[in-house]
């Protein structure tokens, strides 16, 4: 696809970076039908190759208007059309440049604007979180059904391994997970621990930055980059072997550090080798002795929901179910695996209707076997799941019942 600039943005970088991005595109339609929002609605502009089209229009006109912010905004980002592309082309690229664009061109209401600072400032304060969720639950048993659910139950971390081992890795702590799943890096850290390797939480290491990026708050994003690399960096300095994502969904943006931060000659560097550094939990236990481990395998079957950010975000699509049938789990078959349960980050909160549409349809898709239990690989698609029918955890609390 072949981009003729208009003369505002002739000299704009991003808008250079868009053109090169967009002659990928060879126009086949091979997307349309892996897009969960094109599914859903069989509208083209909901589709990665209708939303090509409207960044397109934007560059050559130069102008757009809210119809296409709309479109934009209804793309949950989980990149299943990268995967499916037989040219290659890096649509999550395209569409960041894109909603930036139309961010200055299209300009949302005030109540808009507001409802996205609030989501961003809430979402990465665990200690407003935490605070919020407390509140939130004692009144829960007056709230509807529908939001009932979005509560998700108290836990408790439980004991944290006392003993410091020769090997070293960092995790990355988080800020949902950290108030809502506190369970999560704690069980990572004893199930790291009985194989011999030490996790560190840095507490100055908080939000990824993701939540910022996708909403179109780049800036703000690089500067929460900036923090977590220089809270990690003595570490690094002093051996640290991986930087380690429990929540795919954070991985795959500490995956991009090095990208997003190319242009900052002061961090440049130091991001790319963050992002070297970075490895899922789930890639972390793949190269251990799983046997060493003697989890408890009596669960029943489990139904398997590996997150967009990991299977295609990061590339391992199968990873989850190889190393739980390595551990002994009886696994239950699950349809159309690649498609996006509805959560991506804020989105179930932005476009409730396209998400609860969409989290019903995974649901059943992973019920269809009759599993017992459901696991995930990340916070938000955990918490968006919940229903009262089939309990849903995250995967490493299998390897810490012992």
Not at 146 to 166: D, E, F, M
Not at 268 to 277: G, L, Q, R
Request: glycine share 8%; aromatic share 4%.
């Amino acid at each position: 696809m072949h981009i003729e600039l208009h003369a505002r943005f002739a000299n704009e970088p991003t808008a250079l970076r868009a053109r090169d991005l967009t002659s990928a595109c060879v126009h086949c339609g091979f997307c349309l039908e892996t897009c969960p929002t094109y599914l859903d609605g069989r509208d083209e502009r909901d589709s990665p190759r209708g939303r090509i089209y409207l960044i397109k229009s934007l560059l050559e006109e130069g102008s757009a208007g809210a119809e296409t912010r709309t479109h934009l905004d209804r793309c949950l980002t989980c990149r299943s059309c990268e995967t499916t592309c037989p040219s290659g082309m890096q649509y999550a690229q395209l569409l960041d440049i894109g909603r930036a664009l139309i961010e200055v061109e299209a300009p949302r209401a005030t109540a808009g604007r507001i409802a996205r600072r609030l989501l961003r400032f809430g979402f990465a304060k665990p200690s407003l979180l935490r605070a919020g969720l407390v509140a939130a639950r004692l009144v829960r048993p007056l709230l509807p059904a529908a939001l009932r659910r979005k509560i998700p139950a108290g836990q408790r971390a439980g004991k944290l391994p006392g003993t410091a081992h020769a090997r070293r890795m960092l995790v990355l702590e988080g800020c949902v997970q950290r108030a809502a799943t506190p369970l999560t890096n704690a069980a990572a850290k004893r199930v790291l621990d009985r194989l011999g390797i030490t996790l560190v939480g840095v507490a100055q290491a908080t939000c990824c930055g993701a939540l910022d990026h996708h909403l179109a708050a780049e800036d703000a994003g690089r500067e929460r980059i900036r923090r977590n690399i220089d809270a990690w960096w003595p570490h690094v300095e002093a051996g640290a072997e991986a930087i380690v994502a429990s929540a795919s969904g954070c991985g795959a943006h500490i995956a991009q550090y090095g990208e997003l931060m190319a242009a900052d000659p002061g961090y440049a560097d130091k991001a790319a080798t963050i992002s070297s550094m970075h490895r899922d939990l789930a890639r972390v236990l793949a190269a251990e002795d799983l046997e060493a481990l003697s989890p408890r395998t009596d669960v029943g079957r489990i139904a398997v929901h590996t997150p967009c950010t990991l299977q295609h975000g990061l590339g391992e699509q199968g990873l989850l179910r190889d190393i739980l049938s390595r551990a002994g789990f009886s696994l239950a078959a699950t349809q159309d695996e690649h498609l996006c349960c509805g959560s991506a980050g804020s989105y179930s909160i932005l476009q409730p209707r396209i998400s609860g549409r969409l989290r019903e349809r995974a649901l059943a898709n992973l019920a269809s076997d009759a599993p017992d239990l459901i696991v995930t690989a990340n916070i938000g698609c955990q918490l968006h799941l919940q229903s009262p029918d089939i309990p849903v955890k995250h995967w490493i609390e299998l390897f810490d019942a012992v």
